[in-house]
């Protein structure tokens, strides 16, 4: 090669390093971007209102605060605004907490504080002197960092500022990601890469991801992490590991973000060389005292323990004859006296129960109502299966006034198409918190179950199964950021609309151009409906692939436990599909209140939406819009290709409004998503019509494959098993 051409490539390979690394960082960034502002007249309105940052107090966390506030201000603002400067100007952001001001300032804002909780704020235009400014302030340091991010996001979002009387408090306790991360670094049910902890370098490495990651979550009110998976392993709960633990919780703590761990029922057993684990045993109690003043001692802050047991062949107080309330008080006690709580997950179900999969968590936990210690809260999953991209709301929310639960979604995409398909979750979770319970008359919806507000509780909660990994987009897909995000929002507020959240995340993850937010929303807004449509229309369920849930398999049916074969499911025979469990079959219906159960239990009145869940329909039952059921399945199939179609031809026109790394990662993405979708449609149309004996209905494609090609793919690397 001569020289010229060396100089040449050296050129090329350099520009592309730059231009990547700088892509990627945006990727990175979240809906941290903090982009300058490209009209001038908005910077100025912000600036005349933004003539410095006052901060009142000294801590760790009002240190990022303040930082949070220079960073986003002066790269969307393009300035310099100025730190601490003297207070006798106008137009400053004041922040600092209540203990931290003065007098004059505490009599304007009493009736606000008489307003909030300890993690509430307040971001109010007041006059001090005659002179106008923003106070930005709260009862904890940390709260106030959440106003901080409140704040920010009004100017990310080109919201205006003056006249500002924000007083918000978030309406759940425990906010919280579950990471279902194992000490391997293996993520279940993870499709972004793997844990982002290093617990091989930990705790003397400090990765920079980790700091980035409590930043994150504060900025949406997220308070509390689960580190490990809830198919726990042991070892997370010896001073090995807990070392690190600490570690990672010293990082975390100045953001607001308490540390939990999951807890192997058998741990006594296994690290504590006991015999037994039986709750009742004294020494098995003891044990977990001992272990929870050992954690305590490293971690004055430690949020509890998070416990599933006897599900799906994990430990549990059953193995000796106890149950669900033996174990978790026993472990309750334990963390007591150092204000922790048990976080116990309902999701049970039994291979020697023959009874209904859907009914045997509400079966089982109902008759323990009242029976929990103070520090239990009880957390359900938000459909009685598994995560299905639709399930009707889980019937034990509202059975069990007496006893605290808390919500559990998930936001990896176990069913909904890994990382690789565009699903906004957040309009799922809003469907579900929307539900009426009717378990105390019209209006006790979900989300007053889950703030505590229809049974009267102090503790609440919402947990997300994070879908995080050490991808350099954090969530595998651009998308699926969003979906993080609209968790922690939807965490701190039930009763926010998703789509107002949709916009809050397009515009500070992207753009503020009404020509891309517009389209680019709608495009998320629908894009569920789509994953339902081309997977599990009209109630369908728990029809994909064995093991790795990767595809459709409905076809599978020879899983040594019934319940976990899709035909167990679906039921597709000769005379329709479906699975009844109104009266005349499971009665499940009669799980729910019975206004809901009449709605349900009834063909008639039953939500379309969700008619194969609870019924057994005939082929040629006429749905609402005049078709029968197989040519409506059949469109419904067809009208999620379509939607996907869509999503794309949406995307290919926000090329100039978008990062060209970003642009071609989502192109690429929904190109795949298109191809599964038809993949989907073929498989399970090709499938069920074996059993309708009809032909498609104009307007559905014709397969390009057999069913016997379908059958025959494998995918033994699949990710997340
Ligand atoms: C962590 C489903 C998933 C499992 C998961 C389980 C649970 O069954 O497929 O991977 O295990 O739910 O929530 O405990």
């Known amino acids: 090669m001569n020289l010229k051409k060396i100089f040449f490539y050296t050129l090329i390979s350099l520009f592309t390093t730059i231009s990547s690394s700088v892509y990627a960082q945006k990727d990175y960034k979240l ?23 006052v901060s009142l107090e000294n801590s760790k966390t009002s240190s990022i605060a303040v930082n949070e506030l220079e960073i986003g201000l002066n790269a969307m603002l393009d300035s310099k605004i100025q730190i601490n400067s003297k207070s006798d100007g106008e137009n400053k952001i004041i922040i600092g907490s209540k203990s931290s001001l003065n007098s004059e300032i505490l009599k304007l804002l009493k009736t606000d504080f008489d307003q909030i909780n300890d993690e509430g704020f307040i971001i109010k235009s007041i006059s001090l002197k005659n002179k106008k400014h923003i106070i930005i302030t709260a009862k904890k340091d940390v709260s106030v960092l959440y106003g901080v991010y409140g704040f920010l996001r009004l100017v990310q979002t080109n919201k205006p500022i003056q006249n500002l009387n924000i007083v918000d408090s978030p309406k759940t ?36 991801r980790y700091i980035d990651y409590a930043r994150a979550n504060a900025s949406i009110g997220i308070n509390g992490t689960v580190l490990t998976n809830v198919n726990a392993n042991a070892l997370i709960l010896t001073p090995q590991y807990l070392e690190k633990v600490e570690a990672l919780a010293n990082v975390f703590r100045p953001y607001g973000i308490k540390v939990y761990l999951t807890a ?8 504590g060389g006991l015999k037994t684990a039986d709750p009742k045993d004294a020494a098995v109690a003891k044990w ?22 006897n599900s799906e062949g994990q430990p549990g107080p059953q193995n000796y004859n106890r149950d669900h309330v033996d174990g978790a008080n026993m472990m309750a006690d334990a963390v007591a006296p150092f204000g922790g709580v048990i976080m116990w997950r309902a999701f049970v179900y039994s291979e020697h129960d023959a009874s209904d999969r859907a009914k045997q968590a509400y079966s089982e936990f109902v008759p323990y109502d009242g029976k929990f210690k103070k520090n239990v809260i009880v957390q359900v999953k938000n459909g009685a299966i598994d995560f299905q991209p639709r399930e009707p709301f889980h019937p034990m929310f509202g059975a069990m006034p007496k006893t605290p639960l808390m919500m559990e979604f998930q936001i990896t995409q176990e069913y909904l198409g890994f990382s690789t398909h565009l699903a906004y979750l957040p309009k799922l979770f809003q469907e579900v918190l929307e539900s009426d319970t009717y378990q105390k008359g019209k209006g006790s919806t979900v989300a007053k179950v889950v703030d505590g507000t229809l049974d009267n509780h102090k ?47 397009i515009r500070s993850t992207f753009s503020n151009d009404y020509n891309f937010i517009k389209p680019v929303k709608e495009m998320m807004i629908e894009s569920r409906e789509a994953v339902v449509n081309y997977m599990t229309p009209l109630g369908l369920h728990h029809i994909m692939d064995t093991g790795h849930h990767y595809g459709p398999g409905p076809w599978v049916s020879n899983l040594s436990r019934p319940e976990w074969n899709p035909v167990y499911y679906h039921k597709a025979d000769k005379n329709g599909i479906g699975f009844d469990r109104s009266k005349t079959g499971t009665n499940a219906t009669a799980q729910y209140a019975s206004e809901v159960e009449k709605i349900f239990g009834n063909i008639e009145t039953c939500p379309e939406t969700d008619l194969l869940w609870f019924h057994h329909v005939s082929w040629d039952y006429k749905l609402k819009n005049g078709q029968t059921l197989w040519n409506g399945m059949a469109l419904k199939y067809q009208e999620g290709v379509n939607q996907v179609k869509e999503m794309q031809d949406t995307w290919n026109k926000t090329e100039k409004y978008v990062d060209s790394e970003r642009f071609k990662e989502v192109q690429m993405l929904l190109g795949i998503q298109y191809k599964e979708a038809k993949w989907w449609r073929d498989a399970c149309l090709l499938y069920f019509q074996q059993y309708s004996g009809k032909e498609l209905p104009a307007g559905v494609e014709k397969p390009t494959q057999t069913l016997e090609y379908f059958k025959s793919l494998k995918f033994p690397f699949a990710p997340g098993n």
């Open 459 to 505: 503790l609440t909660g919402i947990a997300g199964v994070a879908n995080i990994g050490n991808d350099l987009n954090w969530t595998g897909h651009p998308f699926g950021q969003a979906n993080w995000y609209g968790f922690g929002r939807l965490a701190w507020n039930p009763y926010l609309d998703s789509e107002v959240i949709a916009d809050e995340w």
């Open 288 to 309: 977990w005292k001992e272990k929870a003043k050992e954690i305590y001692k490293r971690i004055p802050d430690f949020g509890g323990f998070l416990v599933k047991a």
């Open 31 to 53: 809906w941290l971007q903090y982009d300058k502002k490209s009209n001038p007249e908005i910077i100025a309105g912000y600036l005349s209102n933004l003539q410095g940052i």
């Open 264 to 271: 192997r029922f058998s741990a006594p057993i296994e690290i």
């Open 173 to 208: 306790n425990i906010r919280i990601l579950n990471h279902w991360d194992n000490l391997d670094r293996t993520v279940e049910r993870g499709y972004a890469g793997f844990s982002l902890w290093n617990w091989q370098k930990l705790p003397d490495y400090i990765d920079q």
